[in-house]
């Protein structure tokens, strides 16, 4: 467990829970616990194909102040909706306010997976923004998680968490996506991407090159296509392994693509080669990262981003706009659209000397561009899921 550090601002959501929890319980919290919301550095859309992803946790987070409550219920307060929900851990039902959803569903989803709960009451509140693709609802489950394994006094299991959390995520809230939210929250490392294999779930901590930064380019938009483009291109990669012949679009290469390419019709050729081409160029970003060469990472990133738009076809306007201002900066090695598509964030590595800079044109070029005002953020690569105090 971390030390409280010496300077906290009075503003930020540690400081905002512990303050809250204080003055609705009259006592200090028992425990404060916090989970990361991310980015992913490079990988898209290659979890659904068995592929490789590797995202990072970025420096905002939800934060839970808690403290044990005997029986078998949570009580919690949320901060940033000024709402309450409760939950009887004995019957787990659906109802109150849909923050609450993402804490009934890792409940139920740790239960299920064999855990014994404990009750607690507490306070949460965040900066991880939500509906930007950042991850905030991952956020929130595995900092219920961590809050669980805190009045549980259980072992920490990163994976078998991760799996819980996308269970409720799936089973309990609906929605259906992978694995990779949950599992970099649960298992970030400080100052390292996080290279996951979507199949078999194995983890390598891979280092940021020195002397840059990432940052999340905003674009403000979001993405009302979303659902139905995500389903499609899933059902299309997964006809394009069938005529491959494969379980999954990660067991092909790009030479055995091009072997077959006569065999298959244009568009699932086109998305077969983004899968293929991105999980070679995610493995080949974990090389460049280990020998510091961030000018060969931002090549692979400014390709990520073209095979997303041209391949995939999951970009928009304004993704292309902002990473497009990104990229003509001196100060970024490469920049790409990350997440789903269809609007949200991009991402960028930057040279950390030079980073307000860089946000201060890219803002001002983009709004140029569109009209639109971009949200950029600064990150630094945080741990996962932790208690931070006691």
């Known amino acids: 467990m971390s030390p409280v550090p010496a300077a906290e601002p009075a503003d930020s959501p540690r400081a905002r829970v512990t303050k809250a929890f204080a003055l609705r319980f009259g006592a200090p919290p028992a425990f404060v616990v916090r989970a990361p919301g991310r980015v992913n550095l490079i990988g898209e859309h290659t979890d659904y194909n068995d592929g490789y992803v590797m995202p990072l946790a970025i420096d905002r987070a939800l934060w839970i102040a808690l403290r044990p409550l005997a029986g078998a219920q949570v009580r919690a307060h949320s901060l940033d909706y000024n709402q309450d929900m409760q939950l009887d851990l004995r019957s787990p039902a659906h109802g109150g306010p849909q923050w609450s959803e993402y804490i009934g569903g890792t409940a139920w989803a740790l239960a299920q997976a064999g855990n014994a709960l404990h009750g607690w009451e507490g306070v949460l509140a965040g900066d991880v923004p939500m509906g930007a693709g ?56 400080a100052d390292h991407a996080l290279l ?70 244009p568009l699932a050729l086109r998305r077969a080669r983004h899968v293929v081409g991105e999980d070679e160029r995610t493995l080949a970003a974990v090389q460049h990262m280990q020998q510091g060469n961030a000018a060969a990472l931002g090549v692979l990133l400014n390709a990520s981003h073209a095979s997303l738009r041209d391949d995939f076809e999951v970009s928009s306007t304004a993704l292309n706009a902002i990473v497009e201002c990104a990229q003509q900066q001196p100060a970024c090695h490469g920049a790409r659209m990350t997440g789903a598509g269809f609007g949200g964030c991009a991402v960028a590595l930057v040279q950390s000397s030079a980073a307000p800079e860089f946000v201060q044109a890219v803002s001002a070029g983009f709004h140029n561009a569109t009209g639109l005002t971009a949200q950029i953020y600064i990150c630094r690569p945080s741990a996962g899921a932790s208690i931070v105090s006691a």
């Open 134 to 189: 950042l991850s905030s609802s991952a956020a929130l489950e595995l900092a219920t998680a961590r809050a669980f394994a805190a009045v549980g006094a259980w072992q920490w299991d990163a994976v078998a968490m991760a799996r819980a959390c996308l269970h409720a995520e799936n089973a309990w809230v609906g929605v259906n996506c992978g694995i990779m939210d949950q599992m970099i929250s649960a298992a970030a490392v």
């Open 196 to 265: 996951i294999d979507c199949r078999s779930l194995a983890v390598q901590p891979v280092p940021l090159p020195a002397q840059t930064c990432v940052v999340v380019l905003d674009t403000s938009t979001r993405r009302g296509l979303v659902d139905s483009a995500y389903n499609e291109r899933r059902a299309q990669c997964e006809r394009a392994a069938d005529v491959l012949g494969v379980p999954a679009l990660r067991d092909v290469s790009s030479a055995q693509l091009a072997a077959a390419a006569q065999a298959m019709e």
